[in-house]
């Protein structure tokens, strides 16, 4: 393989998380060097698709990734106020949207080993703070 990348990471498209997703991945050692899917809703298309091409989508880059990148691990990072998801309004509490994230987290990881038993794959929910007149916080807080 000409050239390899450790990680892939699916990750939701909203432009309130480039360069945090960016910032994190780099922290995890992976700085140019990963592959990237950003549908919206993040593992929400894997879970809970449209139709069953979206899922489709995804598995085949997470494919694509390992055969011409040697890929061994997967990165599925969802976040709160998720636009495809509602947004935070659309819970009933930050508990209850944590726990639909977390759910959707661990079956898109099943769904993602059952294609691919050989690779790694870890979670992150991305936890956005905001607050008036403050820059966007974001933390990324690993689902086990």
Do not use: W
Request: with cysteine; hydrophobic share 40%.
């Amino acid at each position: 393989m000409p050239h390899q990348c450790k990680a892939f990471a699916l990750y939701c498209m909203d432009f309130r998380l480039t360069s945090a997703v960016y910032d994190f991945m780099v922290a995890q050692g992976l700085k140019n060097n990963y592959d990237q899917v950003c549908p919206a809703g993040g593992v929400l298309p894997v879970v809970r698709p449209k139709n069953e091409r979206d899922r489709e989508f995804i598995l085949e880059h997470i494919g694509l990734s390992m055969n011409l990148h040697g890929t061994k691990t997967v990165y599925l990072i969802n976040h709160t106020d998720c636009g495809a998801y509602g947004g935070k309004q659309a819970f009933a509490s930050e508990q209850a949207e944590k726990e639909q994230h977390t759910k959707d987290l661990k079956e898109a990881k099943k769904i993602v080993l059952e294609r691919f038993p050989e690779l790694e794959v870890k979670l992150f929910l991305g936890r956005l703070k905001e607050e008036e007149g403050k820059e966007l916080e974001i933390d990324f807080e690993v689902i086990v």
